[in-house]
């Protein structure tokens, strides 16, 4: 991704951007397989292939249609996005994984196997994946300048920026 970034005359800070844009394209593509397999009534199967205990043909069926559906999102071609989607794909699959260990989805899961529940619950494990994924989302954060003056170097009783400076 650096040297696709490099290559279209992007600055380090936009591909922060970008990295987001393709972890929730991700994060979307992976949502909306397990979400159709829970509505097909396979929730233990959802639940196995998170926990990896799922049996390898249907591990690598729900990997490929995950892959397939990051595909067409993302928009590219070729080596390139065949690239992206090997990195991303298992990237934000791990996180999905550790945050699921981490709140137990699992164990609820199984506790109540049911569709609506099951569907809600993969919601709630997306946005924390998400959290994880992207722990600065919309702060607004920014890298400054290395002769920007810090708030300890300023006079006591002043703040850039403020009204009463």
Do not use: C, Y
């Amino acid at each position: 991704m650096f040297n696709a970034a490099r290559a279209t005359g992007l600055a380090a800070w936009q591909t922060g951007r970008l990295f987001r844009q393709l972890a929730g394209k991700a994060l979307d593509s992976i949502q909306d397989i397990l979400r159709a397999e829970v509505q097909k009534g396979n929730v233990q199967l959802v639940a196995d292939f998170l926990a990896d205990k799922a049996l390898p043909a249907a591990k690598a069926l729900l990997l490929e249609r995950m892959a397939a559906r990051l595909l067409v999102r993302i928009g590219l071609r070729g080596v390139l996005a065949t690239n992206v989607v090997g990195w991303i794909l298992p990237f934000v699959l791990e996180r999905l994984v550790k945050v699921g260990v981490s709140t137990g989805f699992f164990e609820k899961v199984r506790t109540h196997a049911t569709v609506t529940d099951t569907l809600r619950r993969l919601d709630e494990l997306k946005r924390a994946a998400w959290k994880t994924l992207v722990p600065d989302a919309g702060s607004g954060a920014e890298v400054l300048p290395d002769d920007t003056a810090l708030p300890a170097q300023l006079p006591p009783g002043t703040l850039p920026d403020s009204p009463l400076a």
